[in-house]
C-alpha cells in the first residue's frame, strides 16, 4: 500500500545555534517522504527549478522515492526557504521566503497514482491541494497540513477544503489560530466542526493531541538532549504517522495510537541533524529500538 504526498521540495537555508546550511534539500513533501518510506512506497508530487541540483533527484530516487510526478522546470526557481533557530529552538524566525515556480505550480500525476487510496496534503497553497484532490478517484484517508501564512490569506479557501479531508493536521498556533480558541481541546472541536473527522494538534516539545468524536489522546514528545535543527520535524512526524496507517491498512483506534507513537519517535531523529541528515539514515530497526526506550519513559 502506498502514499501520495503533495508538498514542496525546497532549498533550505538555516542557522541554528549548532551551525549553518546553505541551499541544503529540504521541504514539506522531501521530510515527510524520509519517515513515510520506512513503512510502506511513497510518490512525491512537487516542483522544483532549473536550479535544484540533480544530487538532490539522485538522493530522494536512492531512498526510494518515486519521482514521476515531481515537475522540474526549464525556467525559473526552486522554492526557498531562510530561517533561523535561537533559544530553546521551539519557533523558527523566517528571514525569507522565494516562493520561485511554487508560485504557478500545477500538480500533474498518472492515472495509477490517481488511484492511490493513502493521501497527504503537505503544506502548500490549498489552491493547490484541492487541484490534486479534485484528479484522485477513491482515497481512503486523506489528510491535510497548512501554516499561518495559508489560514491568513486564503481562509475561505482552506476552511472549503477541509470539509474534504478526514484528517486535519496543524500545530498549536496554527489550530489556535484557525478556531479561534485558545483552550485546545476547544480549538480541535471547533476544527473537527469544520469538516476532518480527526484533528491532529502537534505541540512541539510538549507532544501531540489527537481528536475525535470518539476519543481523545494526547501523547509527550521524546525526551530529546540533543536539538540540532527542529526544521520538517512536523512532517517527519506526519511522514511516520501516515506511513504507519497506510502499512496497517485499517484506520481504528488501535492503529491511530500507534501511528502517533511512531510519528513522535521519527520526529525525535529528525531534529538531531540539519534538514534530512538524520532522518535519511533513519531505518525500522532504529525506530523499534527507540520506541522500546519511549515505552519505559512513559509507561508507569
Known amino acids: 500500500m502506498s502514499i501520495l504526498v503533495l508538498g514542496t521540495v525546497a532549498l533550505d537555508n538555516v542557522k541554528t545555534p549548532f551551525g549553518q546550511r546553505k541551499k541544503m534539500l529540504g521541504g514539506s513533501a522531501a521530510h515527510f517522504s524520509m519517515a513515510a518510506r520506512i513503512f510502506t512506497p511513497v510518490n512525491l508530487v512537487a516542483i522544483v527549478g532549473k536550479d535544484f541540483p540533480q544530487k538532490h533527484i539522485d538522493f530522494l530516487e536512492a531512498k526510494g522515492i518515486n519521482l514521476s510526478a515531481l515537475i522540474r522546470e526549464a525556467s525559473g526557481k526552486t522554492f526557498q526557504w531562510s530561517g533561523e533557530y535561537k533559544g530553546d529552538l521551539n519557533t523558527a524566525i523566517t528571514l525569507n521566503t522565494e516562493l520561485g515556480v511554487l508560485s504557478t505550480f500545477k500538480p500533474k500525476i498518472s492515472e495509477e497514482q490517481k488511484r492511490i487510496e493513502y493521501v497527504f496534503l503537505a503544506n502548500v497553497d490549498p489552491d493547490i491541494q484541492r487541484h490534486l484532490l479534485r484528479h484522485m478517484r477513491s482515497p481512503k484517508l486523506i489528510a491535510l497540513d497548512s501554516m499561518n501564512y495559508w489560514i491568513n490569506n486564503k481562509r475561505k479557501s482552506l476552511l472549503r477544503l477541509l470539509k474534504q479531508v478526514h484528517i486535519y493536521v496543524a500545530n498549536d498556533q496554527e489550530a489556535r489560530s484557525l478556531s479561534q480558541e485558545h483552550n485546545l481541546i476547544q480549538a480541535a472541536r471547533a476544527l473537527r466542526s469544520f469538516g476532518p473527522k480527526m484533528v491532529l494538534i502537534k505541540k512541539g ?12 489522546f494526547s501523547l509527550p514528545a521524546y525526551p530529546a538532549d540533543r536539538v540540532v535543527d527542529p526544521t520538517g520535524a512536523g512532517d517527519t512526524f506526519a511522514g511516520g504517522f501516515m506511513g504507519y ?22 520526529a525525535s531523529f529528525n531534529i538531531e541533524g540539519f534538514g534530512l541528515e538524520r532522518a535519511s539514515r533513519l531505518t525500522r530497526k532504529d525506530l523499534n529500538k527507540r520506541l522500546a526506550h519511549f515505552k519505559k519513559c512513559i509507561l508507569l
Do not use: C, P, W
Open 245 to 266: 496507517l497506510a502499512k496497517s491498512r485499517i484506520v481504528n483506534m488501535q492503529n491511530i495510537r500507534k501511528a502517533l507513537v511512531f510519528g513522535t519517535i521519527a
Open 205 to 216: 516539545e510538549h507532544g501531540v493531541l489527537f481528536y475525535n468524536d470518539k476519543f481523545i
